[in-house]
């Protein structure tokens, strides 16, 4: 079945510019999650998703960060005013019950934001 | 604080070894999951281990989990090329928490 997709695949914009980052989670999954990946890093969480509750937004570095899950399905992060230091894959994941080893975590192809 | 470490950052060994990655972390848990991520790739799903001295196998890797310990390793037996990427554990809290990663080359 279908996985996890993100859109853009690539983005790269001029600093002070607001970017958003799309991310289509499987379909019935309940968990989303947002992390961000620094070239040759491990993953950093950002925020977390879960059905109707309130998110989960421990790991959003700073007020420049918000994102939105619409419907229970997708899910957009806004950068705004982006910065140099922006500059990451951002990876969306989803997890949910609907086949495969019990709370895996289904990553995207990611985003790769480019800030010049 | 939350952490995960991995023991070694970097892993380069010849065709047909074994060897062991470690996998540390620092509260409590009973699920540990390995992840593989392929360059440029994204992250896929190795195993999920689920309870102490859970041991899972899927061709050259073997996984296992001591919550005693707090340790998780990743056994390689007779490494082959293809097995050269990027292997990530996390444990689940409240959240998932990630290792910094073991990047692993096989050589011929």
């Known amino acids: 079945g279908a996985g996890v997709s993100q859109s853009p695949s690539n983005k790269v914009t001029e600093k002070g510019k607001d970017v958003e980052l799309r991310c289509d989670p499987i379909s019935g999954h309940t968990a989303l999650y947002w992390y961000r990946q620094s070239l040759g890093q491990g993953l950093e969480f950002l925020i977390y998703?879960?059905?109707?509750?309130?998110?989960?937004k421990s790991g959003l570095p700073s007020d420049r960060f918000s994102a939105e899950r619409t419907g229970g399905s997708v899910s957009t992060l806004t950068i705004q005013r982006t910065q140099q230091e922006d500059s990451a894959v951002y990876l969306c994941a989803s997890r949910g019950r609907s086949g495969g080893p019990p709370d895996t975590q289904y990553f995207g192809p990611g985003t790769r934001l480019t800030v010049l | 604080e939350l952490k995960v470490e991995q023991n070694p950052l970097f892993l380069s060994m010849q065709e047909g070894k074994n060897y062991t990655i470690y996998c540390n972390y620092s509260?409590?848990?009973?699920?540990l999951y390995w992840y593989r991520q392929d360059p440029g790739k994204s992250l896929e799903s190795l195993f999920v281990l689920l309870s102490n001295g859970a041991v899972k196998q899927e061709g050259r890797l073997m996984a296992s989990l001591d919550t005693k310990a707090r340790l998780s390793t990743l056994h390689i037996t007779a490494a082959v090329h293809d097995l050269s990427a990027t292997y990530f554990c996390a444990y689940y809290g409240q959240n998932f928490v990630f290792g910094p990663g073991t990047r692993l080359s096989v050589l011929p």
């Open positions: 998703f879960q059905g109707n509750s309130a998110p989960d």
């Open positions: 509260t409590t848990s009973d699920r």
